[in-house]
């Protein structure tokens, strides 16, 4: 479905942090809008319907049957993203998803199929592929800048306050979801770390074959794991490892933020300004000292994730991120708990 329009207009499908952070981008945006804002919870819609002036119902199907909604944006606990989503593409609405996709793969399955049936596109809200910074990096990386990859290394590491696991970083709604396994999906690894995944895969274009994990919750009362250790091969043959923990007082400290891929010929660092290191280096380049990565056009925020999901709706084209996309780093994180309560490697593809 083609909307013959300049601007798509959002129903907002739950009203917590990170929907209140969407909000500033979809109402920033040159092609989007907000029509109608929906949570269960009356009290958290009405700071956002005052300040946005819009209609507001703790009722999906109202929503759904607003015909000044022309996508939804829903970012609720991990669980419902499916099965929100699949009704949202049942009323011919478009859709775009918070990560994780779903939770399982059965679900994410369920919702790509849904969206394709009733004609709608979906897309899934990571950064990487509306970054101008990782777009720079891709193009080098698939340009054989680095040689053959041969490592990536994947560093997640902070420390979580207490009240997050019942409020988030603001404080904003008070609910447990993230806590519980049946309905945050797990921990760290779904929770931050996918981002990465993602970002790797979108820019090196290698997919995942086998990963070895170990996870536990060690330091915090939660059902999901707060540490985890994961061991990859791609398909190149490349090595890749994770490390991650939501409960690791001072963090990272001095270690660059980002994933890093390891070349035959350098090195990257995907942070927001990535640096590179290079034995051959591009033109007018030093060898062997980092440098920051050049590059022109928007970092990716909140802002850029809906205008660029905008723009594909209303011209006809892929969001620059897929439902297969969503798909396939949640199969990574759901492969890694497989072999983490198995102890055994686990191989991908997995079956959903």
């Known amino acids: 479905m083609v909307l013959m329009a300049s601007l798509l207009r959002f129903g907002i499908i739950g009203c917590g942090e990170i929907a209140a952070q969407t909000c500033q981008g979809i109402s920033s945006a040159p092609n989007t809008a907000i029509a109608m804002l929906m949570d269960t919870r009356p009290e958290v819609?009405?700071?956002l319907a005052e300040f946005y002036h819009v209609p507001t119902t703790t009722d999906v199907d109202a929503l759904l049957a607003n015909p000044e909604v022309d996508a939804v944006y829903i970012a609720t606990p991990h669980y419902l993203h499916a099965p929100l989503g699949i009704k949202a593409a049942e009323a011919g609405k478009h859709v775009l998803v918070e990560k994780p996709i779903a939770t399982t793969l059965a679900d994410a399955d369920a919702l790509i199929a849904a969206c394709e049936k009733h004609n709608v596109k979906l897309g899934?809200?990571?950064y990487a592929q509306v970054d101008a910074a990782m777009a720079a990096a891709r193009d080098l990386v698939r340009a054989g800048v680095l040689g053959k990859i041969t490592f990536v290394r994947l560093s997640s590491l902070s420390r979580k306050p207490d009240t997050y696991w019942h409020g988030g970083y603001t404080g904003r709604v008070y609910t447990d979801w993230r806590t519980r396994k049946a309905q945050a999906g797990g921990g760290v690894l779904i929770m931050n770390v996918i981002h990465d995944l993602n970002t790797v895969?979108?820019?090196?274009?290698l997919e995942v074959v086998r990963v070895y994990s170990e996870m536990d919750t060690l330091a915090t009362p939660v059902e999901v794991e707060d540490t985890i250790g994961v061991v990859m091969r791609y398909d190149n043959g490349a090595i890749g490892v994770v490390q991650a923990g939501s409960a690791m007082p001072g963090g990272a400290h001095q270690d660059a933020p980002g994933p890093r891929i390891y070349g035959t010929k350098g090195q990257l660092i995907l942070a927001s300004k990535p640096l590179i290191y290079l034995t051959e280096p591009l033109e007018g380049g030093v060898p062997n000292t980092w440098q920051e990565l050049r590059f022109s056009g928007p970092i990716a925020d909140r802002q850029q994730i809906v205008s660029r999901f905008a723009a594909a709706v209303l011209e006809g084209k892929e969001p620059p991120v897929t439902g297969y996309?969503?798909?396939?780093?949640?199969?990574?994180?759901l492969a890694a708990y497989r072999s983490g309560e198995s102890k055994q490697p686990v191989d991908l593809p997995l079956r959903a």
């Open 201 to 205: 895969r979108w820019v090196t274009g």
């Open 325 to 333: 996309d969503g798909r396939k780093a949640l199969e990574i994180v």
């Open 45 to 47: 819609l009405s700071d």
């Open 124 to 126: 899934v809200a990571f």
